[in-house]
């Protein structure tokens, strides 16, 4: 072919024919002859510089309807529902068309050459849309194929030529490739019957023909275009398909059309090729939703009724369920998302009768939830206190990691050295030699009433922590608490005195927390004394001196003339190698709480002994419900310290209350958290002290009151006091002195001065205030004084317990007095059939009185109480007679008097 004759196919001038084959790279002159190859390359040139252009068309649809949807209550509830469609219709229109057109003329020519190739036309017939989609008709012999290309995947951009294929396309697709391949395989064939000439002796242009075929698949192939993995194709292409998917029933209607087979369908959903054609998601919807029944009336579509129901789930869901310390069986039934009646069923056979609002624990709420076929999370309610505690850095060294840096991290640490005995054998004052002190003599009532840490410098530079205690009886709780604390027990014994009750119970308490002992036998200067006897004493109590076999070390001292106080100190020195006492010095420290007091000055001031780590000033501290920062910190002899290592006593300031003793206190990391741990325990402190007054409140108990309370007294009391320690000894003393016949309860314990508070306390539930070594504020003095308070102030416990006691004591006496008002002496005996036996009497003194209390007395002993039953004075009821008369006298439910008794009449008063 020629260049003219191809642009009067091309339908262009012969010089923008010869510049376009220029612009795709071939030079061609007028006269040139064009080949089949060049025209490909130029078409192909002329499609890469196609230009699309879009024809916008948007449409929008209203669709209002009225849901009628039943409620809780049984009532029909209309729901006003408004449906806005709108769908924008993209119509190319390329100037490529008049090329495909021009192109597909040279297919056409190709086909009349090829005449005798003829084919049934009805074997492809698929829609031609040419109006809106001219993308890339080809004609092949008879065969008419033209692309479809759904109008809802136009691209925007037409270079990019990733799309997803709908279902319908991909049919299509499929069906097209096929008949192409069957047509490529026919146009083989007969090639072979017929070889290279037709009957006219033209030769056939056969690879012409299966080139265009060719082209076919491969303009179909191109025009469906593939699927890219992207997310964003997928995404975007997402929302293309569902208006695909929407419009498939009128683009299948009218492509049925367009063939001439018009379809009527009664109904929409029931067309088979609607069917056909809707996607597994149509489908899935059609499940869900059970009647969107659509009419087609006069190419109208009408939605009926839009009604939605929800498939129950068929298989049981099983949940996690959190369950806490406690939970209710409404609780429980609302997490695991059934009915409580359904709930407390099932609880039912499992044995258990409960109701809908009863709080079960967490064993049996697990016990449930995993009868249920659930998952049950158990969560402890004291997680965070648990994460608190153990966040401080010493925890975080592994067990692997702890022997590696054992040698670096552990270190040798001071003996912390406990003195135990009996009180006054000597232990402030053993105490007092080696430090060098007198506190002996500073201490009220000459007695020990708290522990007292101190530091003390050995001749050959160690350091031991002596812990004194308080040897009165009532500081039992004291003594425990120092054993737990210690490394080593000096127990004293007063040579003079022996063992004695607070010795035996100070070995007792050795003994439980299994520490070793060293017996330091004091007062050995006195005069009259037998060690050998003492070593005997406690060798009763398992304490065998080493010279007689045993294992305890025996130091004789006398701490008032300093003998054998060196010995004493090697020995704990020597016992406390034998421990090999370490610990860690650096990171968070741990401590112990010795005691704690409110300073009116100062706030809240707690003794701790630190454990282990280094606790320094401004670390955030935690003990018990109280926290705070570290203020600031004093050492045993009254220095401002910035920190304090292990086995260091110190004071410290900033708590936020006066903690309990006995206390861990740890160093944290957070304040917010120690704040939130803090509270949970002051929390748990109150619900556990309310559950023990609703103990004390229950019905039974009340009765019990009831009965005992007509014959007793009742003695409130509220303890004040000026340390925790003695606080706790007060009240566990107080305990200990019930008797029957008073009822003594303890209205309130705490620390500090007598407050406005304490005063108004006192007065509301009629209590005692024991003051313990403190003073009442000018307020509360106004109140106490104004209500006439009982507030009895004592320095010394034994003074405080010999007051309680007195007072128990002045609250069992009796109220009521006898007095006797008449003296009878019994003459003779008589017998009456009415009235028993009557005794003969003269009155010898004062007056007798009929119904009075009366006492026999026989050889000076009172032989029977009673009552006066009748007074007869000759043969007349008489209600007195007086001295010197004689009368006739019946004593109730006695009747053996005799003559020469005599009868005390008494009155009470
Ligand atoms: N003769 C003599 N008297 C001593 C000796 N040691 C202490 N005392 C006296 O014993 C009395 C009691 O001494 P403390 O040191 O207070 O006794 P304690 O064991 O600390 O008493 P509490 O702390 O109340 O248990 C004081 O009067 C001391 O002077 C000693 O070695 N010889």
Redesign the pocket.
Known sequence: MTIQTFAIEMQMSVDRLIQQFLDAGITKTAFDFVTKKEREILFKHMNCNKIAVFNKLSLQRKIRSTLNVSSMDGKNKKIQIEVRKKRVYMVKCSIQDSYSVAQSHILLQNKKKNNNLKHDDSELVVECNLKNSKSMPVYANNIDISVFTPKSVVEEDCSSAMRVLCPTEKKLETKICCVVDHKTQKLENIRKQKGPLDSKGNKFNYDQDLNNVLEIKKNISDNFHKVIPSNEVIQDNSNKLENDRRSNGNKIRLRYKNLGKVIKHKRYCKSKSYIDIMNESEKEEKLCVSTTTYRVNKNKRKKSILLQSFNKPVDMISRDVVIGETISVSELSNKISVKSSYMIKVMMKLGLSITINQVLDQETAQLIVEEMGHRAILRRENELEELVMHHGDLNQISDSSVSSINKMVYKNRAPIVTIM?H???????LLDCIRSTTI?SS?VG???QSIGAYCVNTANGGMITFLDT???EAFTRMRAQGVKLTDIVVL?VAADDGVMPQTIESINHIHNANVPVIVAI??I??SKINIDRIKQELNNYNLIPEEWGGHTQFVNI????KIGINDLIDSILLQSEMLELKTVHYGMAKAVVIDSFLDKSRGPVASVLVREGELKCGNIILCGSEYGRVKAMRNSFGRLIESAGPSIPVELLGLSGTPVSGETLVVVSNEKKAKEVALYRKEKKREIKLSSNLEQSTLKNIFNNINSTSKVSELNFIVKSDTDGAAEVICESLKKLVVNGILMKIVSVSIGNITETDAVLASASKAIILAFNIKADIAARNIIESHHIDVRYYAVIYDLLNSVQQLICSKLTPKHKYEIIGLAKVRNIFKSPKNGIIAGCLVTQGVMKSHKKVKIIRNDVVIHEGELESLRHFKNDVNEIRSGVECGVGIKNYNDICAGDVIEVLDIK
């Open positions: 005995g009180v006054d054998h000597g232990k402030t004052s002996t201490e000459g007695i020990t308080p040897g009165h004293v004091n007062k200067d006195k006398s701490a008032m003339l």
